[in-house]
């Protein structure tokens, strides 16, 4: 009998010992953090720049440090990509985590020798309280997979470029390196189709028990894995199995970067029956949260990891000089943009996430959206945890199971008042489309009341559904260049830039 899950057991006991002493004492925590941040970078140029030698509490940073996306800090950023020293943060950073979506192109974040152990470190003490709450760590003999980008780095000015997923890869600790999955080789595959079929033929007759990934792109490799499944079957005369069957060990998914309730119906018919699952929310940026328990809602939110937070509402995020919640002032249910000061040289810097808070002690959060992806094309102001609820209520007692979906204001329709369009590829489509289109309606009214209001009105009528056909998002997403790695689909838009290409397809 193996003796690693005995030994994850006591590992995973004094990781959340560990925890606890941060955790209980939250404002403590961020109070150090903050002091250790500006003492740190006191002497750079952003520091000189803002007078960090005269911050003495989180008002004097307020005052002198503005919120800034990445645009605002793109000068300093130019600066230290040309390869000069102590710019952000003192010396050179390790790596540039390189992300798409900003209007100048490429983004370059950058990771430090202080930042990036915690990227490591987050993700497997997910993994620990996991082990810790429930007591299962018989999934640690079997094989792991991280559906993730490739892992070769470009270098830049003499600093190392390419997607936090392939950076992270090459910190895989040894003795997980036996059990980890896809090869190297198979890894390196930067064609997502391609690579997701090698792992398919890689992975098929292994002893999977955990499995890592956005869902939709997990949900990719099921499909692919079911098909070749459905394939040796015919070969063999005999039936077909799922997932969960194929791999009879798998137990764990873990998963990031987007809510896995509107998939949950879709993955439990992929695989067959039910799984735990861990949610994890990493950026570039930082990591910044995991679930801690399986019980509880939300995920806990790391105070002491190089990483100090302010909240704006979000409803008031585009006023003149909206007021920087600390910690000890936010408040259960309200819609936050989150602020972040890192140790990897980020100031006041907005990653554009929106954040609700579900529990104070501790601290744990949920993910709502983003600030750039909402619908007030009428004053609605609807988010993308407001939509992704309503669906979800709107799926329950029936058997639609849904592969993706967004929605788009409609506001010249050709005829009638306009509306909310929702595009959405059905897995297995509901009897009648007018009923389901009036039930979601319905939920997502109770949702949002400026919506209900402008249904009340006649200002909008009834949402309308537009089914997109098998694979539509995934030929979107190949033809903007976006297929695969840590790309997701935008469960929002203001305008109808995708849904004029989802009406092409």
Not at 116 to 130: D, K, S
Not at 392 to 421: D, K, M, S, W
């Amino acid at each position: 009998m193996s003796l690693k899950p005995f030994f994850a057991k006591i590992f995973a006991k004094k990781i959340y010992q560990k925890t606890q002493l941060w955790a209980r004492n939250p404002i403590e925590t961020q109070r150090s953090v903050f002091e250790d941040l500006i003492r740190q970078a006191k002497n750079t140029k952003f520091g000189v720049d803002h007078h960090f030698d005269q911050i003495k509490t989180v008002e004097d940073f307020a005052k002198k440090v503005p919120v800034r996306d990445y645009e605002a800090l793109k000068p300093y950023i130019d600066r230290v990509i040309k390869g000069e020293e102590n710019i952000l943060w003192k010396g050179k950073p390790l790596y540039f985590a390189k992300t798409s979506g900003t209007t100048s192109g490429a983004k370059y974040i950058p990771l430090t020798k202080e930042s990036m152990p915690f990227h490591i470190e987050a993700a497997r003490n997910a993994i620990l309280h996991y082990i810790h709450e429930t007591g299962k760590a018989d999934f640690v003999n079997g094989k792991m997979i991280f559906l993730q980008g490739s892992p070769i780095l470009e270098e830049k000015n003499g600093i190392k470029l390419g997607r936090l997923s392939g950076i992270v890869a090459h910190f895989v600790p040894k003795y997980l390196q036996k059990n980890r999955m896809p090869s190297w080789k198979t890894n390196c595959i930067d064609d997502w189709e391609t690579k997701v079929n090698a792992i398919v033929e890689e992975t098929f007759d292994q002893n999977m028990t955990v499995i890592s990934g956005i869902p939709s792109w997990v949900q990719m490799y099921f499909e692919k894995l079911n098909q070749k499944e459905k394939t040796r079957a015919e070969g063999e005369l005999s039936e077909a199995k799922p997932v969960g069957e194929i791999f009879k060990n798998f137990n764990l998914f873990i998963y990031g970067g987007v809510n896995y309730e509107p998939y949950r119906a879709k993955f439990e018919n992929l695989i067959g029956r039910k799984v735990d699952s861990i949610e994890l929310f990493p950026a570039s940026e930082g990591f910044f949260a995991y679930q801690d328990s399986q019980k509880e809602k939300g995920m806990l939110l790391l105070l002491n990891s190089g990483i100090f937070y302010e909240f704006i509402k979000s409803d008031a995020f585009y006023t003149v000089n909206p007021k920087r919640h600390t910690l000890g002032e936010v408040e259960l249910g309200v819609n936050y943009v989150l602020i972040i000061s890192t140790n990897a040289g980020l100031w006041g810097y907005n990653i554009g996430d929106t954040v609700q808070f579900t529990s104070l002690k501790p601290y744990r959060v949920i993910v709502s959206g983003r600030i750039k992806h909402y619908i007030s094309a009428f004053g609605e102001h609807v988010i993308g945890k407001e939509v992704e609820s309503a669906l979800q209520e709107a799926l329950i007692g029936t058997t639609i199971r849904i592969n993706e979906f967004t929605v788009a204001p409609q506001i010249t329709p050709n005829e009638g008042l306009p509306y909310h369009e929702w595009f959405i590829e059905f897995e297995n489509e509901p009897e009648d489309l007018t009923v389901f289109a009036e039930t979601l309606d319905y939920a997502m009214r109770k949702q949002n009341m400026y919506y209900d209001d402008l249904i009340v009105g006649k200002v909008l009528r009834k949402i309308v559904i537009t089914q997109v056909v098998k694979n539509g998002f995934q030929e979107y997403m190949k033809s903007i260049g976006k297929l695969g790695g840590q790309n997701k689909m935008a469960r929002l838009s203001n305008d109808r830039t995708i849904a004029d290409l989802l009406n092409k397809l």
